[in-house]
C-alpha cells in the first residue's frame, strides 16, 4: 500500500488537529517530520500529513472542511 502526503504544515499542533480529525473519520494517518521540526524550526522542512493513497478522496473532503474552519485569515 501507498502512503502519500495530503497536506503540510508549519505549526505541529495545526497538524495533529487534521490527524485526528482524520483519524475519527476512520482514516489511519500519520504525521511525519514532526521531531525534527521542533528540533531545528527554522529550514528543518515541513511536518507533513500522510495516509494511505486509497483514503485520499474522502480525506481530501475533510480537510477541505478543516481548512475552511481554521483558515489563518
Same mark, same amino acid.
Do not use: W
Given at each position: 500500500?501507498?502512503?502519500?502526503?495530503?497536506?503540510?504544515?508549519?505549526?505541529?499542533?495545526?497538524?495533529?488537529?487534521?490527524?485526528?480529525?482524520?483519524e475519527e473519520a476512520g482514516i489511519n494517518s500519520i504525521v511525519s517530520n514532526a521531531?525534527?521540526?521542533?528540533?531545528?524550526?527554522?529550514?528543518?522542512?515541513?511536518?507533513?500529513?500522510? +495516509?494511505? $493513497?486509497? =483514503? @485520499?478522496?474522502?480525506?481530501?473532503?475533510? +480537510?477541505? $472542511?478543516? =481548512? @475552511?474552519?481554521?483558515?489563518?485569515?
Open positions: 500500500m501507498k502512503i502519500i502526503t495530503v497536506k503540510q504544515f508549519s505549526n505541529e499542533i495545526k497538524a495533529r488537529l487534521y490527524h485526528h480529525a482524520l521531531i525534527s521540526s521542533s528540533l531545528f524550526p527554522i529550514g528543518a522542512g515541513t511536518i507533513c500529513l500522510q +495516509i494511505l $493513497k486509497k =483514503d @485520499k478522496d474522502k480525506a481530501k473532503k475533510i +480537510i477541505k $472542511k478543516l =481548512d @475552511k474552519t481554521y483558515s489563518e485569515d
